[in-house]
T-cell receptor, first 111, second 115 residues
Framework: KNEVEQSPQNLTAQEGEFITINCSYS?????LHWLQQHPGGGIVSLFM???GKKKHGRLIATINIQEKHSSLHITASHPRDSAVYIC?????????????FGEGTQLTVNP | DTGVSQDPRHKITKRGQNVTFRCDPI?????LYWYRQTLGQGPEFLTY????????KSRLLSDRFSAERPKGSFSTLEIQRTEQGDSAMYLC?????????????FGPGTRLTVL
């Protein structure tokens, strides 16, 4: 079993829909990251969370440390949101700051 | 600040050949990471540098793989005697600041295809 599990693996939505991507992890962490990867490989960090909730524009990320669960929400989705969204954690037991990644959720938003 | 850069962006090689990739981190970042990503999967950790010291290596990093960061600035990742299973995107990231809560900035990656 992977230390980081994401669901769903693939998600197709119509423009304007509210989207939720879930991430569960099995280890103690110092932080959780949500990342966006567009075709061609470039990865951009969206959020880093250690507790609570963060919002940036139409994106909202929440984390429940006790339940070892995080969600990424996209409000009023747009075709330009189409990308792979990756959840990554920083396990407490590792040295340095290396990340352990989920497999990603492929989001396609149709006009 | 021009971000993290990687060179080359694409590399096609024949099985058995050696390849070397370069990563230039953001200039003031003292930590540098190499990750590998195969198609449809999330990235996997390979190795990590704090300045010029290689502090951690994944068991994924076989003896055919070697990484250096000789002056604590740019880093190179060399793969000797490449195999088809080495085909992947090789990602570099850099960061600075407190451990555990620093943001990693990723380069565009080097896509390796081994024929």
């Amino acid at each position: 079993k992977n230390e980081v599990e994401q669901s769903p693996q693939n998600l197709t939505a119509q423009e304007g829909e509210f989207i939720t991507i879930n991430c569960s992890y099995s280890v103690g962490i110092s932080a959780l990251h949500w990342l966006q990867q567009h075709p061609g490989g470039g990865i951009v960090s969206l959020f880093m969370l250690s507790s609570g909730k963060k919002k940036h524009g139409r994106l909202i990320a929440t984390i429940n440390i006790q339940e070892k669960h995080s969600s990424l929400h996209i409000t009023a989705s747009h075709p330009r949101d189409s990308a792979v969204y990756i959840c990554a954690v920083r396990p407490l037991e590792t040295s340095g700051s290396r990340l352990t990644f989920g497999e990603g959720t492929q989001l396609t938003v149709n006009p | 600040d021009t971000g993290v850069s990687q060179d080359p962006r694409h590399k096609i090689t024949k099985r058995g050949q050696n390849v070397t990739f370069r990563c230039d981190p953001i200039s003031e970042h003292n930590r540098l990471y190499w990750y590998r990503q195969t198609l449809g999967q999330g990235p996997e950790f390979l190795t990590y540098f704090q300045n010029e010291a290689q502090l951690e290596k994944s068991r994924l990093l076989s003896d055919r793989f070697s990484a250096e960061r000789p002056k604590g600035s740019f880093s190179t990742l060399e793969i000797q005697r490449t195999e088809q299973g080495d085909s992947a995107m090789y990602l570099c990231a850099s960061s600075s600041g407190p451990f555990g809560t620093d943001t990693q900035y990723f380069g565009p990656g080097t896509r390796l295809t081994v024929l």
